[in-house]
């Protein structure tokens, strides 16, 4: 009899099952749905990155473009006689990207401290909105000074 059970236990317990394989495949699909999700999100936060990355360069392109001009030549885009421009008077222009897609707005700001002279710097504000998927929208807003090196 108990060559029997020994016999009986052997046989059943020769291989897997069929209940047993299922709840592996079951625990392996599990971690493959929990792994493509990871991937996906690190996708779409590279992607993010990758945008990041293009706008910061674009931007320091704008500002360097600003920086390799004379100054000169910089206050004349305020159309006016030099003395004649005002403390905080501004001229705003917008600047479209070939990379990123988006366009960029470049507002310039005088800043003068005495009435009868020629502003001793010029503000850079450059802002840029970006939509992101279908709902968001990052704005993003960079400023730099240019003066009049002497």
Known sequence: MAQLVR???TKFE????????LVAFVIVAIVIAG????????????GSVRDNAIIIAEVQEIVDGYRGM??????DLFGSGYVAIENGQTVTTNVPSENSGV???V???????????????????VAVNQSRWKFSTLEYSFATLISQVS
């Open 103 to 105: 366009a960029y707005t």
């Open 70 to 75: 004379p100054y000169i030549q910089i206050l």
């Open 107 to 125: 507002k310039l700001t005088a800043v003068k401290s005495m009435a009868e002279s020629v502003p001793e710097a010029i503000q850079i504000d």
């Open 35 to 46: 792994a493509s999700r990871l991937f996906i999100n690190i996708m779409f936060a590279n």
């Open 14 to 21: 020769a291989g897997f099952g069929l209940i047993e394989l």
């Open 7 to 9: 016999k009986y236990h």
